[in-house]
């Protein structure tokens, strides 16, 4: 199983939304061109190299307005 399949067994989604440069340069990523991030409650991983960087920290993270 791959490290996606198991984030979205877990109840992860793929977010989609914007994600800052500075997120990057926290992390210090050089592969940010192929980040993938995904979403649970406030936690947002990443899966675009092995690195598997995650925080909970939604600084630089575009945020979604709630028009419902």
Do not use: I
Request: proline share 1%; with cysteine; hydrophobic share 25%.
């Amino acid at each position: 199983m791959t490290h996606k399949e198991e984030l979205k067994k877990k109840g992860y989604t793929r977010y989609r939304g914007a994600v800052d440069a500075s997120v990057y340069e926290y992390f210090n990523c050089d592969r940010s061109w192929k980040a993938e991030w995904y979403l649970k409650k406030g936690h947002y991983r990443c899966c675009g190299c092995k690195e598997r960087c995650e925080t909970r920290d939604p600084e630089g993270f575009q945020l979604f307005l709630d028009l419902g």
